[in-house]
Every structure is written in structure tokens, then in C-alpha cells.
């Protein structure tokens, strides 16, 4: 998830980010010509719901506005991705909310996810496609593969999706980046208060604000500065080591590579 930070000054080349989250939601199959059914949405109040079909389209057809922003995920993902990891997606229009967008997993569909957008901030093409990079880092790093959803105790990383298998890219990231730290946040932790300190002690460790919200935000943060942003002059800065752990997992890399040449950058 990410959220609309205070105004501040950091250190890096970067745009100040909006925060983000993604939920998801159950599917269906087929298109029909009705309106979208409208939920309640803890983030933007009342959403209009869409199952993900087959084809990774949208049942029922949306309209311009929620369709381009599921576009854009869809190119980022991969269509044939968000139709086999994606069960639902849903659109919000609440410019009173901080909230751009969430993911999370679909109770009713083991393994599969839900997408959630705010369309009031959706004019903003940059800022939307780095929140979706991130959504799609969350999706990525926190599926089945990745994570084991059953209950019980956790030996590795327990975060609210469940425990990161061995060899995970999320617990390989937090043994290298988090494990030192006396003083981090949660891994669930999404209290801004406790990671604006957290920030504060450890700025130069962290390409954003909201990276230092958890562990689970900073892999969404940091993998999409490396997809969108220009490398940091200084390789063996605490950020470099970040971009460099990407590097070195190859499938993450190829990934970056995809991404990049499908928003034509």
C-alpha cells in the first residue's frame, strides 16, 4: 500500500509519492453488458466492482476512466499475469481519501488478488504508474510462492499475508536490509508516526519516506525506484546496495527489464 506523505524535502532525485494500497477481491468470468456492482470501500466509501476474467478483461466492461487505470496495471503485470493472479478489481472516486490504490489477497479465491484505485488521482500518469509498479512488487513478493498462507508458527518473516518461504525474495531482503535494525517498525507496522522516526534515524537508507513504513513497503518501494528511476551515482551508498540486490536476482531484473520496455522507457 502506499499514502499520501506530508510535504517534506528528501534527499534523493525522486517525486514525492502518494501513498498507495491495493486489496482484491473474488472473480467471475464471462463479460456482460450491466453496471458494475457498487461497494463500500473502507479507503474510498462506495467502489464499482469488476471481475477479472479469463482474458484478464474486465467483467462488466468498465468505463474509459477505470479501464485506462487497469490498463496500465495490466501492461506492468503482463495480461496474461493479472488473469491468472488477479481476481477482481475495483475503482474508487474519493478526493478526500489518501489512499491511490491497494492490493491485497482474495479470501475467496486462495492465490489470487485484488486490485483498488482511486481515480481522483489518476490524472497524474507518472504518479500512477509508480504506484502500480509498487502494487505489482507487492503482488509479486507476497503470492503463494513466496509465501506459505497457512497459520502456525513462522521461522523465517511473518507478515500479514503469512510466512516467507526459504529463498524468498522478501526474506532475502529483509535479512540483508532490516535484521540489523534495534529500532524497525513491524513488519506489519502502518503507523506513519512510527516510521516518520524511523525515517528520521535512518534517511539515507531508504528511497522514500514511505519505505520505512515496513519491510513489505520497502521491497514495493525500492524495486519500482529501480524499474523507474536512474541508478544512484554512488554504488555502495545503503541505496545502491538496495538497487544492487535487484541485480542479483535475476527472475526481479528480467522483470525490470519488461517493465521498462513495455512503458516504453
Given at each position: ?61 468498465p468505463?474509459a ?19 491468472t ?19 491485497s ?20 500518469r ?10 505489482f512488487?507487492?503482488?509479486?513478493s ?12 513462522c521461522?523465517?518473516l ?16 529483509q ?9 524497525a ?17 535512518h ?12 519491510v ?50
Amino acid at each position: 500500500m502506499r499514502v499520501r506523505p506530508p510535504s517534506r524535502s528528501l534527499s534523493r532525485s525522486l517525486p514525492l509519492l502518494l501513498v498507495l494500497a491495493l486489496t482484491l477481491v473474488g472473480c467471475a468470468a464471462g463479460h456482460t453488458s450491466t453496471d458494475p456492482t457498487g461497494v463500500h470501500d473502507d479507503d474510498f466509501g462506495t467502489a464499482r466492482a469488476f471481475a477479472v476474467t479469463e482474458d484478464g478483461t474486465l467483467n462488466p466492461t468498465p468505463d474509459a476512466a477505470a479501464e485506462g487505470i487497469w490498463e496500465l496495471y495490466a501492461r506492468i503485470a503482463t495480461r496474461e499475469y493479472a488473469a491468472t493472479m488477479m481476481s477482481s478489481y475495483r475503482v474508487g472516486n474519493a478526493t478526500d481519501s489518501d489512499t491511490l490504490a491497494y492490493v491485497s489477497p482474495d479470501p475467496d479465491a486462495p492465490g489470487r488478488w485484488t486490485l483498488a484505485a482511486n481515480e481522483a488521482f489518476a490524472d497524474d500518469r507518472e504518479l500512477l504508474t509508480s504506484t502500480l509498479v509498487h502494487e505489482f512488487a507487492h503482488v509479486l513478493s507476497l503470492n503463494t510462492t513466496e509465501i506459505d498462507a497457512d497459520s502456525g508458527p513462522c521461522p523465517t518473516l511473518a507478515v500479514s499475508e503469512g510466512c516467507a518461504r526459504a529463498g524468498s525474495a522478501i526474506l532475502d531482503f529483509q535479512r540483508q536490509f532490516w535484521a540489523a535494525y534495534a529500532d524497525a517498525p513491524n513488519p506489519d507496522n502502518d503507523d506513519s508516526a512510527v516510521a516518520d522516526a524511523f525515517y528520521a534515524a535512518h534517511e539515507a537508507d531508504f528511497v522514500s519516506a514511505y519505505a520505512a513504513t515496513n519491510v513489505v513497503e520497502d521491497f514495493a518501494e525500492t524495486f519500482m525506484t529501480y524499474v523507474l528511476e536512474t541508478a544512484p551515482a554512488d554504488a555502495s551508498s545503503p541505496i545502491g546496495a538496495k538497487m544492487a540486490f535487484f541485480d542479483a536476482h535475476t527472475s526481479w531484473a528480467a522483470q525490470a527489464t519488461r517493465i521498462r520496455t513495455a512503458l516504453g522507457r
